[in-house]
């Protein structure tokens, strides 16, 4: 499930994404105060803020809490990605329950990933899943 909700977000995908939501699912965004709850709505504020283009972000794989989440880059026009937030997923046997999006590009360093790289420089979502 984790794997199709990254294709999701890479791909800009946000009908793909809906249907990976619970219909209770939740949506949080430390530290703004600010949360969303519903499929429909958490689904609809993120293809509306975040699934702009394909390629417009890239997730790679990580460990927090013992848990897997992904560290989410950004790319500028420029080609560059940046980092951009490190997300953590609950998932349950009937889909995703609540996903939160830390804004603190500084955890990046936690998990031993660059603030930002070079599209195709090497960095690949292949040697990723190995950090």
């Keep these: 499930m984790l794997d199709r909700f990254a294709a999701a977000i890479e791909n800009a995908d946000g009908s793909a994404l809906a249907e990976l939501l619970r219909a209770d699912a939740a949506l949080e965004m430390p530290p703004l105060l600010t949360w969303f709850t519903g499929r429909r709505t958490v689904a609809r504020f993120i293809e509306a803020h975040f699934l702009t283009e394909p390629g417009g972000l890239r997730l790679v794989p990580v460990m927090a809490n013992g848990e897997r989440a992904f560290a989410v880059y950004r790319r500028e026009p420029a080609g560059m990605y940046h980092a951009h937030a490190v997300l953590a997923v609950t998932v349950t046997a009937t889909g995703i329950a609540r ?27 292949e040697t990723a899943w190995s950090i």
Excluded: E, N, P, V
């Excluded at 996903?99 to 603190?104: N, T, Y």
């Design 99 to 125: 996903i939160i999006a830390f804004q603190d590009t500084g955890l990046f360093g936690s998990f031993g990933l660059r603030q930002k790289y070079r599209a195709g420089r090497g960095d690949s979502r």
